[in-house]
């Protein structure tokens, strides 16, 4: 791998480290803002806020690369993370920090840029693979991202943003050193800088065969989200797991996706293609759903991970078919786009089924499973529509 793509793979990871990074010292963070020990919505307004600009500017982000280039805008990118930490570390009360891990989340969205990096520097072919290896390494700092939170956290519940933004600054250097500069970008059609969100999703859909895939894209993320929200509650319910066993599992489970996503994305590519290797990881990861909803024994939970893991292919395997839909003046624009429907689902999906969990949580905890399966279906459906595009001019490697 070429120095530049793994440094700005660094980058994708940083940026799901910093969603991450946050979860084991979120009480005691918002105790030391001040905030009393029912934290009501605040709770879920600081999740939430990440996301929530993740939302908004990851189409905004995405076309100021493509007018100026992806390496300045990673750089700014990363040294504005840096100062987002430095601000969360800090932050005197709650409407601070808010403002703070609001700041992070425009920043990080710089994962359309990463991806728009990689469409442009990767021939068509082999997207699936470099895909799958961004979705690794934002798995990878996933997993990362709780383990310096809750480490260092114990010593000070500050410290996790210290280095992270130590951590942030040492990537940006990595990538003024490795990324070349661009040379003056055409920007094609006039795109707006100040992208609306919905604007760009109107655009994106007008790209031959993309919506389709935007709707088995979304769908799929909004699945995803089943077992990010509901994971800890149905292994303490169902299997009567401990802390340490469902930290045991989700540990398991990251290392596991990353390595699929890393190893397994291209070559089921190459084999299937693209169309049918998005069908068969949705339907494996519905059977996995509709398994574990009938468990009762938690090795089940643990012996279905690699039908979940192969689930966890649609998505880079979507955004590779996407890629292809358009040429590099606009591909940070697109990536902007799905980066930002991601940021909806992560706004939206986890209040939805939280909410349905606990509605059904004493008669059948199982039902946000069978609910995710069955939206598989219209996933599926939206694939069956699908046209391939015209085939772009790809991109040197």
Same mark, same amino acid.
């Given at each position: 791998?070429?120095?530049?793509?793994?440094?700005?793979?660094?980058?994708?990871?940083?940026?799901?480290?910093?969603?991450?990074?946050?979860?084991?010292?979120?009480?005691?963070?918002?105790?030391?803002?001040?905030?009393?020990?029912?934290?009501?919505?605040?709770?879920?307004?600081?999740?939430?806020?990440?996301?929530?600009?993740?939302?908004?500017?990851?189409?905004?982000?995405?076309a100021l690369s493509d007018r100026y280039g992806r390496r300045p805008v990673l750089l700014v990118s990363l040294l504005g993370q840096a100062l987002a930490y430095a601000a969360l570390t800090v932050a005197p009360g709650y409407a601070w920090l808010l403002c703070a891990r609001a700041l992070a989340g425009v920043f990080g969205?710089?994962?359309? &840029? &990463?991806?728009?990096?990689?469409?442009?520097?990767?021939?068509?072919?082999?997207?699936?693979?470099?895909?799958?290896?961004?979705?690794?390494?934002?798995?990878?700092?996933?997993? !990362?991202?709780?383990?310096?939170?809750?480490?260092?956290?114990?010593?000070?519940?500050?410290?996790?943003? !210290?280095?992270?933004?130590?951590?942030?600054?040492?990537?940006?250097?990595?990538?003024?050193?490795?990324?070349?500069?661009?040379?003056?970008?055409?920007?094609?059609?006039?795109?707006?800088?100040?992208?609306?969100?919905?604007?760009?999703? #109107?655009?994106?859909?007008?790209?031959?065969?993309?919506?389709?895939?935007?709707?088995?894209?979304?769908?799929?993320?909004?699945?995803?989200?089943?077992?990010?929200?509901?994971?800890?509650?149905?292994?303490?319910? #169902?299997?009567?797991?401990?802390?340490?066993?469902?930290?045991?599992?989700?540990?398991?489970?990251?290392?596991?996706?990353?390595?699929?996503?890393?190893?397994?994305?291209?070559?089921?590519?190459?084999?299937?293609?693209?169309?049918?290797? &998005?069908?068969?990881?949705?339907?494996?990861?519905?059977?996995?759903?509709?398994?574990?909803?009938?468990?009762? #024994?938690?090795?089940?939970?643990?012996?279905?991970?690699?039908?979940?893991?192969?689930?966890?292919?649609?998505?880079?395997?979507?955004?590779?078919?996407?890629?292809?839909?358009?040429?590099?003046?606009?591909?940070? #624009?697109?990536?902007?786009?799905?980066?930002?429907?991601?940021?909806?689902?992560?706004? &939206?999906?986890?209040?939805?089924?939280?909410?349905?969990?606990?509605?059904?949580?004493?008669?059948?905890?199982? !039902? !946000?499973?069978?609910?995710?399966?069955?939206?598989?279906?219209?996933?599926?459906?939206?694939?069956?529509?699908?046209?391939?595009?015209?085939?772009?001019?790809?991109?040197?490697?």
């Amino acid at each position: 791998m070429k120095p530049a793509l793994a440094a700005v793979l660094c980058t994708a990871a940083l940026d799901a480290m910093g969603v991450a990074l946050t979860l084991p010292v979120m009480p005691a963070l918002l105790a030391d803002a001040g905030l009393p020990a029912v934290l009501g919505w605040r709770f879920g307004a600081f999740i939430g806020a990440y996301a929530l600009m993740q939302f908004l500017f990851a189409p905004t982000v995405g076309a100021l690369s493509d007018r100026y280039g992806r390496r300045p805008v990673l750089l700014v990118s990363l040294l504005g993370q840096a100062l987002a930490y430095a601000a969360l570390t800090v932050a005197p009360g709650y409407a601070w920090l808010l403002c703070a891990r609001a700041l992070a989340g425009v920043f990080g969205a710089s994962t359309s &840029v &990463v991806s728009a990096y990689i469409a442009d520097t990767t021939p068509a072919d082999e997207r699936a693979k470099r895909f799958g290896q961004l979705g690794a390494c934002m798995g990878l700092g996933f997993i !990362v991202g709780p383990l310096i939170g809750g480490v260092l956290g114990e010593a000070g519940v500050r410290l996790p943003f !210290v280095a992270a933004g130590v951590l942030a600054a040492i990537n940006a250097a990595w990538i003024m050193l490795t990324l070349r500069r661009e040379p003056a970008r055409d920007a094609g059609e006039a795109t707006p800088l100040l992208a609306n969100p919905l604007a760009s999703l #109107r655009w994106a859909r007008q790209l031959h065969g993309v919506a389709p895939c935007l709707v088995a894209f979304a769908i799929v993320c909004l699945v995803g989200e089943v077992g990010g929200t509901t994971w800890v509650l149905y292994g303490e319910d #169902r299997f009567a797991w401990s802390s340490t066993m469902v930290g045991i599992s989700l540990a398991c489970f990251g290392v596991f996706h990353a390595l699929m996503q890393g190893l397994l994305a291209g070559p089921l590519a190459a084999w299937l293609g693209e169309r049918r290797a &998005v069908v068969v990881s949705m339907l494996s990861d519905a059977l996995a759903y509709v398994l574990i909803a009938l468990a009762f #024994r938690g090795w089940a939970a643990f012996a279905l991970m690699p039908l979940f893991c192969v689930g966890g292919l649609a998505s880079p395997l979507l955004q590779s078919m996407m890629s292809a839909t358009t040429d590099d003046t606009q591909q940070g #624009r697109l990536q902007g786009v799905l980066a930002s429907v991601g940021g909806l689902v992560s706004v &939206v999906g986890p209040v939805l089924i939280s909410s349905a969990y606990f509605a059904w949580r004493a008669d059948c905890p199982g !039902v !946000v499973w069978y609910a995710g399966a069955a939206l598989y279906v219209v996933a599926l459906i939206a694939m069956a529509r699908w046209r391939a595009a015209p085939v772009q001019a790809s991109a040197a490697a």
